[in-house]
Each structure stands twice: as C-alpha cells, then as structure tokens.
C-alpha cells in the first residue's frame, strides 16, 4: 500500500440557516487516496459533493460548519484549523481546488498571467514578475498549451482551453491533492478527453500527488479515476475500483446512475429514459433508515429502521445497503 | 419518460414560428475577426421540438442570442411566424420578449441573488397580467407550478436562490416557464451541469410543457445522444454553418455529413475505455 495522501474520518459538517434549520450535507463521510492514485465521487445534484470539497479542504465560512469528524494531509491533523489560517497555509500549496463552474468566474477584465500571479504570490509573496512568468511559461509548455494564452483573457479563450488554463494555474503549486468539482461536466467530449489528459498527465509527472474528482456522471469516472465513490443524500453508499463500480455496481443506486446514458442508437428515441424515479430526501430531516428506500425498487419495511451501516466486501470494497450482495446481484442478474 | 410516438410528426406543414436566411455574426476586425455564424438557414416550425448540435466554439450561442434578439445580425434576416421580425424599438422589442424565454446552463445566472424564490414566481404571474388576482390564486398557481417540476412551494418561500443544489435551481427554471406560457422556449444547454437522474426529469417537464402549452422549443446542445432522444428536428451546426439538418431520426440513423458522423462516434460508451493517445493538447481547441 502506497502513503496515504489524504484521510477523512467519519466527517460531519452541515449548513447552518436561517431559523435553525441545519441541513447535514455531509453525515459520516471516510474515505483514503493513496499517493499516486485518484479518486472520483458521483451523486446527483445535491448530494453533496460541492460540500464534502469544501468540507474537506477546512473551508469552513459562513453558514458551513465542521461538526466532527478528521481531516489528515500527508500526516497533518488540519480538522482542527482555523478557516482562515487554512487559506493562508493549506489552500494551493496543500490542496488545489477549482470550484464548480471556475472557468466561468474568471475576472473577464484580467489577463490569465495575473491569475498565476495571484496563486503564486498567496504562497510566495515576494515572487518577482518574470521568475512567475518563466515558471508559467515552463509548466503550460510542459502540458500542451501556448504560453501566448497567458497574456490572454479568459472571453477569448473556448470552454475547453479555459478549463485546462484554470486547472494548470490551480496547480502551479505542486499541490498534494487536487480537488476538481465538475471540471468537464460542462464541455463537448473532444474538450472533455483534453481535460482528462492533462489531468494524467499532471498526476504522472508527480506535479499533483493525488486528486478528488467531482462528477455527476458515474460512467465518465471510468475514464478518469483509479477509485469511484457514489454519494447518495450526504453518505457514501458504495466505494470501489473503477472497473468494479462501472462493470458490477452493487447498490442499487449505483445501479440505477449506471443506466442513465444516452447512446444515439436506432430503438432509444421514444423510449422511457432509464431514471431513478423520485427526489432524494430533505438534508435537514433526513431519514432514520435507509436514505434511499423511498425510490429503491428493493426496498423492504426493515430498510427504514435504522440507519445501514457501510459493509466490506470482496477487497477494499464497501456499500451501504441491508441486503446482501449476492442478493442483490441475484434481482439485477433477472432485470 | 412520457408515452410518446416512436412515429415522427411531421412538422414541416405547421405556420413558422421563427424562421432565418442567410443569418451571419461576425465579430472583431483585422486579424481579431471572427465568423461565429456563417449564412445560416432554418425554418422552425410551432410546437416543434429542435436541437441545435455541435462542439465548442460552433456558434450555437451566439445564434441563440440572436433568437433572442440580444443580438443583431451582420447580415442575413430572422423572420417571426413569417414576417420579417421588427425589433427595432424599444417596445417592439418587449412586445417580442412576451413571447420567447430563455434558460441557460448556469441556473443561478438567470437569477438575481437578492430577490427571493416566491418574488421570483410573483413576477411572472404579474408579467402574464395576473397582478389582481386574489393572493389565494396566485399561491395556488405558484404551487402548481412547483408541483409541475416536482418541488414543494411551501419549502421554497423566503429562500434564496443560492440555498438551493443546481439541480432545484433547474426545475425552478422550468417553473417560471410554466407560469409564463411562451411561444418560444430558448434552452442553451440546460442540462450539462446536472445528474441523469435530474436531466431525464428536467427533459420529461420539458416535454410535457411543449406538449401542455404548445411551445416551439429550440434546445442548444453538444450532446447528440440527448438530441436524438428528445427533438423533433436536429440542425447539426460545424464552424458557423449548419452541416446538416432535418428529421432526428434520419439525421442521427442515417447521417450524410462527416462532422455528424463523428459526433456520433464520439458518444462515450459506458464500458469503452477512451483512446487519449489520439488527443492532441496542442490543437487550439
Ligand atoms: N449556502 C447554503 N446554505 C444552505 N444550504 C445549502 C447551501 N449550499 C448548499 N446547500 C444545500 O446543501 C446540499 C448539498 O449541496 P451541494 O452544493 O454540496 O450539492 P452537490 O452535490 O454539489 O450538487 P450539484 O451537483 O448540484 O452541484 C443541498 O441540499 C443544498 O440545497
Ligand atoms: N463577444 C464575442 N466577441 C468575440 N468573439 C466571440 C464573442 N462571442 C463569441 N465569440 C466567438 O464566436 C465563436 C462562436 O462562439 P459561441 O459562444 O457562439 O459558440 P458555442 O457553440 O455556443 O460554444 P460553447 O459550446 O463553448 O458554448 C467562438 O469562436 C467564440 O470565440
Ligand atoms: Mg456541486
Ligand atoms: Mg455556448
């Protein structure tokens, strides 16, 4: 096994609103990234996602707030920080993170160079101008794109080009573990497959150590992460390999996202789209059992009970779910 | 899914809605030009479901903004339900608003964060002429709108766009159509930022409100599986030109352009590792 990069233990956070109504969007979350290796986590809108990066990265301002749970970097405790004294020590340098939509809240009147600026100079604020250019210059030479778009504004860039500039800037600092949420959701496949090289490439020249990637397509994460995490209601409900989660998803969710792309094919038009019916449940009154039961196929009365425990099984695998896996392959296997 | 005909309508016979000719946008000068739409022709018909595909940099939005008449034309002409559209003044221009909405891939861009979610849906109840009713009819058709989108009014009032996950923002979205009834429902990727699971819901209300209300609806996509899957009608759109067009199932079954039948191949399959030997980061995409 690898040195563990990043460690969460059972973390808790929740959004504190108006009249007291909290809502717990990350309940009891664990998971490791080993040195080298990348990680992908998908749910639908709401799930989570968004939270559990911030959660992750001590990003804790207003209303979001830690309740319980650690947070370990390469060995360091930071579940204890300051929001602030992360911003200072943790964010670029230790953890990079490029917020959903990043590419289109770039300042529209600043050329790209001062955003390398600006990372650069958070961490190293005596930097001179032209040692951050020459470094600019190297690292986007070294990953395929023109150092011409450095003295470029982000309208004259396409999504494509945008996207891969904000994850090169993002990552100037050699961070420990990158955080992308959603990086390719947004563009066509031919930009979407430039993203995801450059990503590999960053992580094969040891430029990022370990990453988090943030989908709501479980079937893209294939071609993306080594590891897939499927996030349900603020809980993980399944974790495995991505051949694994892809070829043999064991959860019923997990089961139901696998199902929901669209192939151009003769037949598709016209057909039900193979959803799962309903809405996840309210995050701030969630349910005693199981949070999924209402839309599972499967569910049975026991299912609402109480809260499913996370079950290992085969190597390193886990889901939440009280039927067991051969159970469950058993009705997928006569669908 | 809704129940629908595997049959396709026929829409070529029904009145034109919006209609174009040689339509052109060109941007910048000298070296700094750029033709982002190039003499394009279309007929979209009433109640008819089109799909304008293609990748990044294509110039779907900017013909969509000049749908929208957000944006004038270099040249070429747009007609409305076949005269030539006059949105020359401002109150010409309004009296067109009336009719065409728009929702966009970002939900929170087409929301004022400091305007409340109930404020939102009063406006367009008042916006349709609706500002007498009684108060007790405007809460029942602000929750029959949320009903119609799956979400629940009464969880929604004194909240903020920004308390909620993209994905209620999207069915929002919808229910402000809902409650505006256009004749002319503009979606510029509406889709690309959420989950299967609430992209096959957004797409069934959108169907369902094209066939409840009878809107044209001009859907802009890179997505040609999600294309063929909802549209009457796919315009496939390469460098500012439309490469191809016509019936969803002809264009996507039987596709005679090669930037179509590319983006065809290109479609993801689930369990198909990509090739990225093939990506080249160095092309200026
Ligand atoms: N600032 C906030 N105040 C209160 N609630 C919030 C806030 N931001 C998010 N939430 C709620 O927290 C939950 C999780 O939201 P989050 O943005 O993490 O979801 P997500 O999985 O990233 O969704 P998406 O795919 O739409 O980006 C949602 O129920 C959302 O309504
Ligand atoms: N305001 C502008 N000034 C200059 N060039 C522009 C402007 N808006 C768009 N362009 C250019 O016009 C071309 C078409 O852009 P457009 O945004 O319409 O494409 P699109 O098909 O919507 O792409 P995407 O899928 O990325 O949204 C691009 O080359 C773009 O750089
Ligand atoms: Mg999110
Ligand atoms: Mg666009």
């Known amino acids: 096994m690898g040195k563990i990069m990043l460690e969460v ?262 057909n039900k789209l193979t959803a799962i019916p309903g809405a996840p449940p309210n995050l701030k009154r969630p349910p005693d059992g199981c949070r999924f039961a209402e839309r599972c196929k499967y569910a049975r009365p026991e299912c609402r009970y109480s809260m499913i425990p996370e079950k290992s099984f085969d190597a390193g695998r886990m889901y939440r779910c009280l039927l067991g896996v051969d159970e469950l392959k058993e009705v997928y296997g006569h669908e | 899914m809704s129940e629908r005909a595997i049959e396709q309508t026929d829409f070529t016979n029904r009145p034109l809605c919006l209609s174009g000719r040689g339509v052109t946008k060109i941007f910048g000068l000298g070296d700094k030009r750029t033709v982002a739409v190039d003499h394009v022709d279309f007929d979209f018909h009433e109640g008819e479901f089109v799909s304008i595909v293609g990748e990044s940099g294509s110039g779907k939005t900017t013909l969509s903004k000049m749908l929208l008449g957000l944006l004038n034309a270099s040249e070429g002409e747009i007609f409305f339900q076949g005269k030539p559209r006059d949105i020359s003044t401002g109150r010409k221009k309004k009296e067109y608003w009336k009719g065409i909405q728009a929702i966009f891939q970002d ?47 009464a969880e929604l009032t004194n909240k903020y766009p920004f308390e909620l996950s993209g994905g209620q923002m999207q069915r929002l979205m919808i229910a402000r159509i809902f409650l505006l009834r256009p004749r002319i429902l503009l979606a510029d990727e509406p889709t690309s930022m959420v989950d299967a699971c609430s992209r096959a819901t957004i797409l069934d209300m959108l169907l369902n409100l094209r066939d409840e209300i009878g809107m044209t609806v001009i859907f802009i996509t890179h997505d040609i599986g999600l294309a063929y899957y909802i549209s009457d009608t796919v315009y496939i759109m390469e460098h500012g030109k439309f490469v191809e067009f016509g019936k969803a199932d002809e264009v996507i079954l039987n596709p005679q352009a090669a930037y179509t039948k590319r983006l065809i191949s290109d479609v993801p399959k689930i369990h198909e590792e990509w090739d990225l030997s093939t990506v080249d980061l160095l092309s200026q995409k």
């Open chain 1, 9 to 270: 233990k059972n973390l808790k956070t929740k959004y504190v609103t108006r009249f007291h109504e909290d809502v717990y969007a990350v309940d009891g979350v664990s998971f490791t990234i080993e040195d080298g290796k990348s990680l992908g986590i998908a749910g639908e809108s709401g799930c989570g996602k968004s939270t559990l990066a911030l959660s992750v990265m001590g990003y804790y301002f207003s209303p979001l707030h830690y309740i319980s749970g650690d947070i370990i970097i390469d060995g360091k405790n930071i579940s204890g920080m300051k929001p602030d004294d992360v911003r200072k020590s943790i964010l670029g340098s230790e953890i990079a993170y490029i917020p959903q939509a990043a590419m289109n809240a770039l300042n529209p009147t600043q050329k790209i160079i001062r955003f390398m600026e600006d990372v650069i100079h958070a961490h190293d604020p005596k930097a001179g101008r032209k040692e951050i250019r020459e470094r600019a210059e190297a690292r986007f030479a070294e990953l395929g794109l023109p150092p011409s778009v450095l003295d470029k504004h982000a309208v004259e860039l396409s999504g494509g080009m945008k996207q891969r500039t904000v994850i090169a800037v993002s990552t100037i600092l050699n961070p420990k573990v990158l955080i992308a949420d959603e990086p390719s959701s947004a563009l066509d496949v031919t930009s979407q497959k430039m993203v995801i090289k450059m990503l590999r490439e960053l992580m094969g020249k040891g430029y990022i150590k370990s990453m988090l990637f943030i989908t709501h397509e479980l079937p893209l994460l294939y071609n993306v992460t080594d590891d897939i995490m499927v996030m349900y209601a603020g809980q993980i409900v399944e974790r495995g390999s991505a051949r694994e989660m892809v070829f043999d998803p064991v959860h019923p969710y997990s089961h139901g996202l696998m199902n929901s792309i669209l192939v151009p094919e003769e037949g598709t038009r016209g």
């Open chain 2, 107 to 153: 939900p929170f861009s087409s929301f004022n964060t400091f305007q409340k979610i109930d404020t939102v849906l009063l406006d367009c109840i008042n916006m349709r002429g609706g500002k007498h009713l009684p108060k007790e009819k405007k809460i029942e058709m602000m929750t029959e709108a949320c009903g119609f989108v799956n979400l629940k009014f």
